[in-house]
């Protein structure tokens, strides 16, 4: 629960004055001893502390998202694998898995999608790092339009779908191999370029790095580079570029 939610309560006479302090005792943090639950996160930045799944026991795992979704928080777990959803299942019934992005997701509070997001692929080879990345924005409230196989091999397939790609306010370009597609599309357009590069390619690649070096060497302008498969930081990043967008856009009506 938030904390203007929790006031709002107080002040209606709907939650007792005890009963806002024992929750308020569990804040800012609350203390698992193996793990320190961030709730005032959203407080600070606008969205909630995410969790990283990988190198985890399953165990941990399910109580962080137990404790997490019983205060009344929307829930996501990155890098996650089988085992490790069915135990936070157990604890968490609602939660969902996708096996292609490895992520879990519990969900509390419905959010409505706003403004746009355009995730592009070079491959479907990249496509696990571009769910992640898809998956996160949509988590944190975008819609995300996706754009996948459109690698400059075959750039008339770029080129078919740039209308639709610059109507996003933010764009994710994931690619492997030279990771080639980031400058390509910032060069077509006047939206924010997110470029992901990832560890897909042959042997030359050195496990992305050759695609991450195109990315930050890139010349064209307005492109920020994650690190490699880094799809989560590019969901996040994008979300907030478009929350950024849409708010500027509410005010501007007002």
């Known amino acids: 629960m938030e904390i203007k939610q929790l006031l709002q309560l107080v002040k209606e006479g709907k939650m007792s004055i005890h009963e806002a302090e024992k929750l308020l005792k569990k804040l800012p943090y609350e203390d698992l001893d193996f793990a320190k639950l ?65 992520c879990i997701i519990a969900t509390e509070q419905h959010l409505t999608p706003k403004g746009s997001v355009a995730v592009c692929t070079g491959g ?15 988590f944190f409230g975008a819609r995300v339009s996706r754009f996948y196989d459109v690698g400059v091999a075959g750039i008339h397939r770029l080129f078919a779908n740039m209308e639709q790609i610059n109507q996003a306010n933010c764009i994710i370009a994931v690619a492997g191999m030279e990771g080639a597609l980031p400058g390509v599309i910032a060069g077509l357009t006047d939206r924010p370029v997110i470029a992901v590069p990832t560890s897909v390619g042959y042997g030359a690649n050195f496990e992305g790095l050759s695609a991450l ?15 490699i498969d880094n799809g989560f930081g590019a969901g996040y990043l994008a979300a907030q570029i478009n929350r950024l967008v849409c708010d500027g856009k509410s005010k501007e009506e007002r």
């Open 38 to 102: 961030d709730h005032h996160r959203t407080l600070r930045t606008g969205f909630g502390e995410v969790v990283f799944c990988q190198s985890k026991t399953p165990e941990q795992n399910a109580e962080i998202f137990a404790h997490f979704y019983a205060a009344g928080k929307n829930v996501l777990g990155t890098r996650a694998n089988q085992t490790q959803y069915e135990a936070v299942k157990q604890s968490v019934p609602g939660a969902q898995f996708d096996p292609i992005s490895r």
């Open 124 to 138: 479907t080879s990249d496509m696990p790092v571009a769910e992640e990345a898809a998956k996160t924005a949509e």
């Open 213 to 227: 070096l195109t990315m930050l060497n890139s010349c064209a302008e307005g492109i920020g580079v994650v690190n």
